[in-house]
């Protein structure tokens, strides 16, 4: 069975910071596969690295297969990756109709004609020029992926129905933090992504928002979609992973099913040990919350 993801000896350092340090592991398809680990650990950087946000100084990616280490954001998306962002992306004057609609954009085909020359500087114009013709004359296949493109963003928003179907319609700018995030996932959700990656999908939610994006995520687990998760909010993590990669100073300390990593030494001192050493960063006021969440999960496992 091919991996959806092999990433072997991933590093990538800024001056003297190596934020991701010789990290190495496999998602199989199907599979739930968390990132956890202390602020400023390389979680985010991993996910950068794997969707082509940032290349890698050296070590491999291979995406169902291909390798991608040196591809573009946009052509990793087209081989099927989609991922949310910590900060949470939406475009605001857009509806949430359309932001949904800008993730099916890497699945058109008919829509976007010699799109393979959008990649190539000097050329992009011919393919901008080749969709402007298809939007003010539509061929019928062009029509025909018209219509399907708006029954995948429909079915995208109904997934979380109750909060985003009212307002699929309204401007992104309008919405609540909570339904940006929902927006946000279900647009990198309408190109069915190979592999999804979230970072921190719930940042900022309240409880009980949070126990619904994990009811959501769980839902489209059971459908069998591959995923890789950071997240701070550990009940979440050991709920929904296959397994957990903790992360520590850019390096995998641990990486194995929940309850393992859990119980895992190295694990607990990453997370206890550290707060000893130094306290929160002050640029992160949630970070006390985290490890104080993470001291009493982990306090009941020793
Ligand atoms: N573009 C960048 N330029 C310079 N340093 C960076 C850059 N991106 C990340 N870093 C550094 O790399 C290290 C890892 O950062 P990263 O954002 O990957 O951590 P993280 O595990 O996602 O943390 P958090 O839980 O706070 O989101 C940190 O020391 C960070 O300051
Ligand atoms: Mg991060």
Do not use: C
């Not at 599979?31 to 969707?51: A, M, R, W």
């Not at 280490?69 to 910590?86: C, H, M, S, Y």
């Not at 979230?198 to 769980?218: K, W």
């Amino acid at each position: 069975m091919t991996s959806v993801l092999q990433v072997r000896e991933l590093r990538r350092s800024f001056g003297a910071v190596t934020a991701v340090d010789g990290v190495t592991f496999d998602i199989q398809p199907g599979e739930v596969v968390s990132i956890i680990g202390p602020n400023g650990s390389g979680k985010t950087s991993t996910l950068n690295l794997v969707s082509g946000v940032l290349s890698p100084d050296s070590g491999s990616i291979a995406l169902a297969g291909r390798r991608i280490e040196n591809a573009t954001v946009e052509q990793i998306a087209e081989a099927g990756l989609a991922r949310t962002f910590q900060n949470g992306r939406v475009f605001g004057t857009l509806t949430v109709a359309e932001n949904v609609e800008v993730g099916a954009h890497s699945t058109l085909t008919a829509l976007r004609p010699l799109r393979g020359l959008a990649n190539v500087p000097v050329l992009r114009w011919i393919s901008l020029l080749a969709e402007l013709a298809v939007a003010l004359l539509p061929t019928r296949a062009a029509r025909s992926e018209q219509r399907r493109l708006r029954a995948d963003v429909d079915q995208q928003i109904e997934r979380f129905s109750a909060r985003l179907g009212p307002r699929k319609s309204d401007p992104a700018y309008t919405l609540s933090y909570a339904n940006r995030r929902r927006t946000e996932i279900a647009r990198a959700l309408a190109p069915q992504p190979l592999l999804l990656l979230l970072d921190e999908p719930t940042a900022g939610m309240n409880q009980t928002e949070t126990a619904e994006v994990q009811r959501q995520l769980a839902a489209l687990k059971a459908a069998g979609q591959t995923m890789l998760l950071v997240e701070h909010k550990l009940d979440l993590v050991m709920a929904l992973s296959d397994r957990v990669l903790v992360m520590d100073d850019g390096a995998v300390i641990a990486d194995g099913d929940p309850a393992t990593v859990r119980r895992d030494p190295a694990v607990i001192e990453a997370y206890l040990g550290r707060r000893r050493e130094r306290p929160a960063r002050a640029d992160r006021s949630d970070q006390s919350d985290r490890l104080e969440e993470t001291e009493s999960r982990v306090g009941e496992t020793v």
